[in-house]
């Protein structure tokens, strides 16, 4: 089978950047979209741009973007046979994956059975680790008996990560660094995950110090065939949320890479693994790669990976998702040409990171060579507290890194937003800092960078 079944019209069960950026790649492979929209949503521009708009309910996500019901019923009364499920809501949820399933359409994303064992995050690690996959040392979900959570924390020795299995985001991932401080953790990160995720599943973890965070991207057919897309760094994050990616990673052994890769592909090809996927890796010269968890979806990032590939990850993941064979879909040789680096656009107060909901009186984004700019918004839209407070995300290209740090710099500097704060002059601290100029680049970049700007 090269071609599987046929996909005449897809729901896009999200909103924002990723709704229009999955329409678009619709359009090229001569599919129809449906587009669906809460009430806070219903002048967004990308609607205009979907062959079919369907209102799911009020602004509130559990009303709408997280109700499996409206969204199922969308696409059964559009005449959609496949859903596109972007990326957070409930892209990683297997039940509405099957859900999808069991109506007869196409889940353009990883088998259910994929999302459920590897979305659960010692389930996950588990797993890798049968198949040989070098990682930090943990322990299992552990239950609320305190002497025991001691016990298992001393035995792994400090310092160490409260995290939730069901988690995502750094949401919910608490340090602790004495014996003392992990009653009180526990209770605050098992009440962050009950909110976060409805479920309070929590394990311990070395916690690695300044690590870089380095990940792999992967798209896999329906028939055995895994292919690697090289690397991303996300090393520049605050509290575990990222906000400067780049590819390829800076200053890391290319040789080093490949093997990690190669190694990777055959763990995913082991144990069959489909459509799209991201493995997610923590590096440090003296422990080497070490795995952190798995995406089974298109990650937010993507788009330097398709920079400096040349591949639309989107079009691939739709093409994979309804049989193709991955050699059909991906060229022979893939190669990384030149460096790409994204920047995420936050409506945030830029010193205390607090979203910043408003109306966006101008909106102009930047128009450069080079530079790629993804967002669902346009002047004159409302930017509500209701969702993700994510604006666009404004991507450069370049031959070198220093030329693409100095493009994106520039892009942001004439990118024009009134009507509310955003996180632009915090991305220019960071692209201005001389280490993450010289590629020296750590999950602690970001708040060695803001603990010299309070200083």
């Known amino acids: 089978m090269t071609h599987g079944r046929t996909l005449k019209r897809v729901l896009v069960a999200n909103r924002g950047a990723i709704a229009g950026r999955v329409i678009r790649a619709l359009r090229q492979l001569e599919i129809e ?9 219903k002048d967004l521009p990308y609607l205009q741009d979907a062959d079919t708009a369907v209102c799911i309910g009020p602004a509130s996500p559990m009303h709408s973007y997280l109700n499996q019901r409206a969204l199922l019923d969308a696409a059964m009364q559009s005449g959609a046979d496949g859903v596109h499920p972007g990326y957070g809501f409930l892209s990683e949820n297997a039940d509405f994956a099957e859900k999808i399933e069991d109506a007869g359409l196409c889940f ?64 919910g991932m608490l340090p602790i660094h004495r014996v003392d401080q992990i009653e009180s953790e526990w209770k605050r990160a098992r009440a962050i995950a009950e909110r976060s995720f409805g479920r309070t599943d929590l394990y311990l973890e070395q ?54 890769a190669v190694q990777l592909e055959s763990i995913l090809a082991a144990i069959g693994y489909d459509v799209i996927g ?44 309804r049989g193709e064979l991955i050699e059909n879909v991906l060229p022979g040789a893939i190669d990384t040409i030149g460096c790409a680096i994204e920047a995420r656009v936050y409506a945030e107060d830029p010193l ?13 984004p930047p128009r450069m060579q080079g530079i790629r700019v993804e967002t669902g918004y346009q002047q004159g839209s409302r930017v509500t507290s209701h969702y993700d407070p994510m604006l666009a995300k404004v991507i450069a290209k370049a031959e070198t890194r220093q030329e693409a740090i100095q493009r994106l710099t520039e892009a942001l500097k004439v990118f024009r937003i009134e009507g509310l704060k955003t996180n632009i002059p915090f991305i220019l601290r960071v692209l201005a800092d001389k280490e993450f100029g010289q590629g020296h680049v750590s999950t602690d970049i970001v708040q060695r960078i803001l603990a010299e700007h309070h200083a």
Do not use: W
Request: proline share 6%.
């Open 278 to 321: 991201t493995v997610e890796m923590l590096y440090t010269p003296e422990t080497g790669f070490s795995f952190l968890e798995m995406n089974t979806r298109l990650q937010v990032e993507h788009a330097v990976t398709e920079e400096v590939t040349g591949i639309d990850l989107v079009m691939a993941q739709i093409r994979l998702a």
């Open 33 to 41: 979209s449906v587009a669906v929209y809460s009430e806070a949503d």
């Open 207 to 260: 916690l690695i110090q300044a690590p870089r965070h380095i990940e792999f991207q992967f798209l896999a057919d329906r028939h055995g065939g895994v292919r690697c897309l090289y690397e991303r760094d996300c090393s520049t994050q605050r509290r575990h949320q990222k906000v400067v990616e780049e590819a390829p990673a800076p200053a890391l052994d290319r040789e080093l890479v490949r093997t990690m």
């Open 108 to 171: 353009v994303g990883p088998s259910p059975r994929f999302i459920r064992m590897l979305g659960h995050k010692t389930q996950a690690r588990d797993a890798m680790r049968l198949h040989g996959m070098p990682m930090v040392q943990s322990s299992e979900v552990l239950d609320d008996d305190m002497d025991h959570v001691r016990s298992v924390a001393l035995a792994l020795g400090f310092p160490l990560l409260i995290k939730p299995a069901a988690g995502g985001g750094g949401i």
């Open 352 to 364: 205390r990171f607090l979203p910043s909901p408003g109306l966006l009186n101008e909106f102009e």
